[in-house]
């Protein structure tokens, strides 16, 4: 069974940057396509970021262009979300997951993904 493990969350002023890293266990990440999506409190989940199995295509919703960026590695085994000019609005819980042989349009869907992580909480004070 695959696991994705998040991890970088934390309190951060508004204006801060954290890096989110998200890790599998038991498998490799290289021909999952990735994504990174959030839930604001007593709101749904929605898409964030996402990067194809190919690196080659990213996708970012229109809150968040020109503050985040999503990378991986392959051979660290890792998809990264570097987010910067964080403001109270991106308080949320942040979750990775992996669709296999995915885009990024298919990823930043949502629908069908094999693997999502249990979350990792990000806040920005004001």
């Known amino acids: 069974q695959v696991q994705l493990v998040e991890s970088g969350g934390g309190l951060v002023q508004a204006g801060g940057s954290l890096r989110l890293s998200c890790a599998p266990s038991?498998?490799?990440?290289?021909?999952?396509?990735m994504g990174w999506f959030r839930q604001a409190p007593g709101k749904g989940r929605d898409v964030v970021a996402a990067i194809s199995w190919r690196g080659t295509g990213t996708y970012y919703a229109n809150s968040v262009k020109g503050r985040f960026t999503i990378s991986r590695d392959n051979a660290k085994n890792t998809v990264d979300l570097q987010m910067n000019s964080l403001e109270p609005e991106d308080t949320a819980v942040y979750y990775c997951a992996a669709g296999r042989g995915y885009n990024e349009i298919h990823v930043a869907s949502g629908y069908g993904l094999d693997y999502w992580g249990n979350g990792t909480l990000v806040t920005v004070s004001s």
């Open positions: 038991g498998r490799t990440l290289e021909n999952y396509g």
